[in-house]
């Protein structure tokens, strides 16, 4: 009972999983065949290990017992043949037809005879045969080496018809499709997924982490030509940028915003851009340490370390001089035109790049 209502919640939490990243899944899947693993080989170092002792216990019971042990054993395994060979010729569930095909189709019966004759059975009867106690009220358990053997046998057959049946029975593998098409074809279509979601979502940080959750399903197998890729990405930015520009001087942005407020944008827009093509770690690092050895200066000497020496000063300042302190509000203001001018410029680049993606989709 409680395999059976492990193996049902650990299901139930499968489907769950299943729009979770891939490395999620990759983790998960790892973590549960390592353990299905092992505990099938425990099971069967488990039997191996009883091998010798059913052997001895045949050499008790005569060959007269041993073959009646081996017909009932044979008899478990033909009666399990035909229930699983009846259960899937006979199965007319949506799930059972998805798996197996139309029920009235010619393939259903050699389906049938596949599934019945596959697999290795007896397993858990066969832990359940060791669980049972030596003894019990004083007296040894009644026909428990009984048990183990007939278990025993049922591994064995099974494993044996399985081993000589299905290499004659199944076709040949073949593939009429590369892993790399496969590849090619999920990438579309999360990229198609994509683009649905966002189109539904307006929030711009959701949409965003929606996005890179779902990239990460693409696959990373495809062997990517660098120096194509490189011109492709040069192209867009180019593109894009142009996009940007166009909407930064167009009559509607105009109108709303200030022109200092667009050049400013526009400066900064620029100087992201520069900033962006520099991989030189060294320049990078230059750049930053200059950066912050004169932010230190100048705070130490204004003595502006703590949050509470900050607000002081800053409170300071715009009481004693009028000119600082439309100095600060004109900043404000700047700063807030320029929010949301940043606000509009990522629609519309989101709405550009999510036309270029539709367009090369089609």
């Not at 942005?253 to 022109?259: A, D, F, K, T």
């Not at 944008?265 to 004169?294: A, C, N």
């Not at 700063?335 to 270029?356: F, H, K």
Request: aromatic letters at 10%.
């Amino acid at each position: 009972m409680a395999v059976v209502a492990t193996g049902i919640e650990h299901n139930w939490e499968a489907d769950r999983l299943r729009l979770t990243s891939t490395n999620v899944q990759l983790t998960s899947r790892t973590i549960w065949s390592i353990l299905s693993d092992i505990l099938n080989d425990f099971v069967f170092l488990i039997l191996g290990i009883s091998l010798p002792e059913v052997a001895r216990n045949f050499t008790q019971m005569g060959w007269r017992g041993a073959v009646a042990l081996l017909g009932v054993s044979v008899l478990i395994y033909v009666a399990m043949w035909i229930v699983r060979y009846a259960w899937v010729l006979r199965g007319d569930s949506p799930w059972i037809a998805a798996f197996f095909g139309n029920p009235k189709g010619d393939d259903r019966p050699f389906f049938a005879r596949l599934f019945a004759v596959s697999g290795i059975h007896g397993t858990v009867t066969l832990a359940m045969a060791f669980s049972l106690p030596n003894r019990i009220a004083g007296h040894a358990f009644p026909y428990r080496n009984e048990l183990i053997a007939i278990a025993t046998f049922v591994i064995l057959i099974s494993m044996v018809m399985s081993a000589i049946v299905l290499p004659r029975k199944l076709p040949q593998k073949t593939e009429a499709y590369a892993m790399a098409d496969l590849d090619h074809i999920r990438n579309k279509m999360v990229d198609y997924v994509i683009l649905q979601m966002r189109s539904q979502i307006e929030d711009h940080a959701v949409r965003e982490a929606l996005t890179d959750q779902l990239q990460s399903q693409k696959s990373n197998r495809l062997t990517v030509d660098r120096a194509q890729t490189t011109a492709n990405y040069t192209a867009l930015l180019s593109e894009t940028k142009e996009v940007v520009d166009n909407f930064l001087h167009c009559d509607d942005v105009n109108e709303r915003y200030s022109p200092e407020v667009v050049n400013l944008y526009d400066r900064i827009f620029q100087r992201v851009l520069v900033e962006s093509k520099r991989d030189h770690l060294g320049l990078r690092m230059k750049h930053t340490i200059k950066h912050w050895k004169k932010e230190l200066f100048w705070h130490t000497s204004h003595r502006m370390i703590t949050k509470k020496q900050r607000l002081r000063f800053h409170a300071a300042k715009m009481a004693d001089n009028p000119q600082y302190s439309e100095r600060v509000e004109t900043w404000q203001a700047t700063r807030d035109a320029l929010l949301a001018l940043n606000s509009e410029v990522t629609d519309a680049i989101d709405q550009y790049l999510d036309t270029v993606l539709t367009n090369r989709l089609k």
